[in-house]
């Protein structure tokens, strides 16, 4: 993999971000156990369209499901949880993220840190683009009788556009529907001073992001930015959207990658850093959570990186240009929830992935497939035609699963992946 | 002579495929999979060396203009002769572990008796070798384990007793004894098999051949001595990762495959490959280069395994499934490809009255209505289509692959090698040979 030297560098560099960001995270999960000793109130909500910096601005504490989900895929409980909810009557096609999380609910809410979570509070729901988070909601919404929900729609961009009158909409269900609802939950009143403030460090950390998430430009790339960077999308999509502890990390981060840039090293990964950057490769589509770690090994143990995707955009489209705007805190809002990934139609997506293959000079683009996840798994097939023939470049398709461990059959993903990069290279090969 | 050798560890069974500088094949060997890659590649390979001997005399003799057309007549005796050599010194190293097995623990109440009677069948399988191998003999199939199993299950169910020595004990004492038997051949026993082979068709021959036989001793002698010197090797297949070659000589059966089906017939744009545990769709340019494939991924339902679980429910060899299947008159829909399910659907069927050869018939068109699905993933089906793969070799596999393909692109030329089944392994094979002319 590489020399002493750099696998040291390697871990020191891993030690500093990661560190601050396991803190961070345990930090929240320590906070949601003794939110109810504490009186603090909780707010669930799902990554895409989350509202972070208002329910802050309320001293709400947000927990995503979503992220309880991956984190108890990654450290190999989903699987218990899931069989969980299948013995409740949940079928197999289930999105897994609601089987994990209904399983872990009803096995007592002991959250991924060994902490239970609290029950929520207010239900808010952020519909944008994935349908099953309705579906979601309503389950829980029976299993926490009594809890009011705060349900904000924000319309599907259909035709690729941000139209005035889908802002004026959501904005007018913020005041209306769900700034009403955070402050009978929360007893406080609307300040949107205290948004505002929150929005200014939004925008600061967001800076940063972009400027790592693009460093993936270089070559060789000093990121990867699937594996490498659903860590680094963690405290953004998760809790630490518009607070100090978020601008901090990505401050951290941005250094370290401002460094690794410096002296032409290549991402780390867990087998320390990777010395020859071999393929660059563009992902649509989430990773696997239950085997992240053999996953990930499977690209890097062949020199491929992954310079751009589009499953670290579910959180928000920063790269495109989009920033929080202090000086206009509900629009922005609007503004943001209109433009997470989940929310693109599929010309839209074939239009951003083409524009990364091109951007980041991926030798290929790859789509890890999830069946039971439709808001993804729609269209792919389609969306591959489209972008080979756009780009020329070749795509490879894969199938897994988020955090179901039953569908990663790893002997056969590792075969696709090998078969993917020697096309490549045999392509690479006739051309030269 | 230098030869490049390329090596499919297929699921199923694995292929080998030798070819000379210039990538012409000069042998070819298969073997089953079993548990035990490292003995099917040596078995496969030691198989295409003694084809490649064989083709080597065919070319001597042939090159010879004395000899004309006398290698139409040779080379079939040579090869039964070695053939039934071979099977003979099996059935030896059989018995021995048939004895060797009945000696266990187990079976020490039969002192004996079970010793003589393992002598009396193998010696009735020694009498019915020449059978299998006579001139216009049809052989179900051309593993030693298969036809070695049908005799010896046929004996020891007429001379078994359910009172003394059982039936189970006997096919107890079969399954433990082919395993070693399966898994030790050496290079240089089949080397002498082959000379003594080539020794009994010279002497069968001097009779016809008159005075011509010393110059067909020369060429035979000539061929006999040519040293095969194996250049390079690639390995491709589900078990190439045991394969103790460095990482540059493992390829991936995508690009062995639509390789080899270019090679075989260089208009090819469209490979499918239906093996025992997965389905291929590959689009290739028209260098032989993978430009997009696709392959079932989270199940294998409707490959090759399918079949034999098939061939298995009713009792057949999975040969005979294909050609049942063509007898079929009347159109039965089997929308389930789940292996497991397929068997109950099979029985419920049957149950129902529907003929085996109709059933049979939907159960290939469910398998190739599922290779459809990957094939129009994959980009869909350009003229020329190839089909390659163990099910290539199923006639009903084929003829509701032509109907399909009608269905749904239009006319195209399909291709279907008799050799298919080596497709992978013939383009690991030509992998090896451009690693080492670009090497030079």
């Not at chain 2, 499919?8 to 694995?14: A, R």
């Not at chain 2, 199993?149 to 399954?175: N, V």
Request: glycine share 8%; aromatic share 8%.
């Amino acid at each position: 993999m590489s020399n002493s030297q750099t696998e040291r560098n390697g871990d020191v560099q891993k030690e500093r971000s990661m560190a601050l960001q396991k803190e961070l995270v345990g930090g929240h999960f320590d906070a949601l156990g003794r939110a109810k000793e504490e009186g603090r109130k909780v707010v669930y909500t799902f990554v895409p369209g989350n509202l972070t910096e208002l329910m802050r601005s309320f001293d709400l504490l947000p927990v995503l499901p979503e992220i309880n989900a991956l984190q108890s895929g990654m450290r190999k409980l989903s699987g218990g949880y899931i069989s969980e909810a299948e013995k409740q009557g949940h079928s197999e096609d289930v999105c897994t993220y609601v089987k994990c999380d209904i399983g872990m609910l009803k096995k007592g809410n002991v959250g991924p840190t060994g902490k239970p979570i609290p029950e929520p509070d207010l239900l808010l729901l952020s519909y944008t683009g994935c349908c099953t988070f309705m579906k979601w909601f309503e389950l829980l919404k029976q299993e926490y009788e009594g809890c009011p929900v705060a349900m904000l729609h924000v319309p599907y961009q259909a035709d690729g556009q941000v139209h005035s009158h889908y802002r004026d909409y959501i904005v007018e269900q913020l005041r209306s529907e769900v700034i009403p609802k955070l402050e009978q939950v929360s007893g406080q009143a609307y300040d949107e001073d205290k948004l505002r403030s929150n929005l200014t460090l939004s925008a600061e950390a967001e800076d940063d992001l972009v400027w790592v998430l693009e460093s993936a430009k270089n070559v060789p790339s000093p990121i990867d930015a699937y594996f490498g960077g659903v860590y680094y999308i963690g405290p953004i999509f998760g809790a630490f959207r518009g607070t100090p502890e978020g601008v901090d990390y990505y401050r951290t981060l941005r250094s370290e990658i401002e460094e690794r840039l410096a002296n032409k090293q290549g991402p780390i990964t867990p087998d320390g850093e990777l010395d020859e950057e071999r393929y660059r490769l563009v992902i649509e589509g989430p990773p696997n959570w239950t085997s992240f770690r053999e996953f990930w090994k499977m690209f890097y143990e062949e020199g491929a990186v992954v310079v751009a995707s589009s499953y670290t955009k579910v959180g928000g489209l920063y790269d495109r240009g989009f920033r929080h705007d202090a000086t206009r805190p509900l629009e922005t809002l609007a503004d943001y929830c209109l433009g997470c990934y989940t929310n693109l139609s599929l010309p839209a997506r074939v239009d951003l992935l083409e524009d990364y293959v091109r951007d980041y000079s991926a030798d290929g683009f790859m789509i890890n497939s999830v069946k039971s996840c439709n808001s993804f798994s729609a269209g792919q097939l389609l969306m591959l035609r489209q972008l080979e023939e756009r780009t020329g470049v070749p795509g490879g398709f894969i199938e897994s699963d988020l955090v179901d461990p039953r569908y990663f059959s790893a002997a056969n993903i590792k075969n696709r992946i090998e078969s993917y990069l020697q096309m490549l290279e045999q392509k690479r090969g006739a051309a030269a | 002579m230098k030869v490049f050798i390329g090596i499919d560890l297929g699921s199923t069974t694995t292929k080998a495929v030798i070819l000379d500088g210039k990538a012409n094949v000069v042998g070819r060997g298969i073997t089953n999979s079993r548990s035990n890659y490292d003995v099917a590649s040596q078995i496969a390979r030691q198989e295409a060396f003694v084809q490649a001997r064989f083709k080597l005399t065919r070319d001597a003799i042939s090159a010879d203009s004395e000899l004309s057309g006398v290698e139409e007549l040779f080379l079939p005796l040579l090869d039964r002769k070695f053939r039934l050599n071979h099977h003979v010194e099996e059935l030896d190293r059989l018995a021995i572990e048939l004895h060797n097995a009945a000696d266990g623990p187990r079976h020490a109440a039969y002192s004996g008796s079970l010793h003589e009677l393992l002598d009396e069948i193998v010696g009735e399988m020694r009498q019915r070798a020449g059978k299998h191998f006579g001139a216009l003999a049809m052989r179900k199939s051309e593993f030693f384990r298969d036809l070695a199993a049908a005799d010896y299950m046929q004996l020891a169910e007429e001379q078994s007793d359910p009172k003394g020595i059982t039936f189970e004990t006997l096919t107890g004492l079969f399954d433990q004894a082919i395993l070693p038997v399966e898994n030790s051949t050496s290079a240089a026993a089949l080397e002498q098999l082959i000379d003594e082979a080539m020794d009994a068709a010279l002497e069968a021959s001097q009779v016809s051949m008159a005075k011509r036989v010393d110059r067909l001793r020369g060429a035979v002698d000539a061929a006999r001595a040519e040293v095969l010197d194996e250049v390079a090797t690639v390995g491709t297949g589900y078990g190439r990762q045991r394969l103790p070659f460095p990482k540059e000589h493992i390829r991936s059966e995508i690009l062995c495959h639509g390789l080899g089906a270019h090679t075989m017939f260089p208009e090819t744009r469209t490979v499918l490959d239906i093996g025992g545990q997965d389905t291929k769709a590959i689009q290739v340019d028209d260098n032989g280069i993978v430009t997009s494939f696709q392959r079932n991924d989270r199940c294998a339902a409707g490959c090759g395994r399918y079949l034999g679980y098939i061939a298995d429910e009713m009792n057949l060899g999975v040969h005979e499934l294909g050609p049942l299947a063509e007898k079929s008159t009347c159109h039965v829909k089997i929308n389930s490809t789940c292996t497991v399910f397929a068997g109950a659907e099979l029985r419920e069927r049957l149950s129902l009255g529907q003929k085996r050869e109709d059933i049979l018939a939907g159960l290939h068109r469910a398998i190739i209505l599922r290779a459809m699905s990957l094939l129009a993933r994959s980009g869909g089906i350009e003229d020329q289509f190839t089909f390659t793969g163990g099910v290539a070799r199923n006639p009903a596999a084929v003829t509701a692959l032509h109907d399909l393909v009608d269905e749904n692109y239009g006319e195209r030329t399909t291709n279907i090698s008799a050799d298919s089944i080596y497709t992978g392994a013939l383009g690991a094979a030509l992998f090896a040979q451009r690693g080492h002319q670009e090497a030079a």
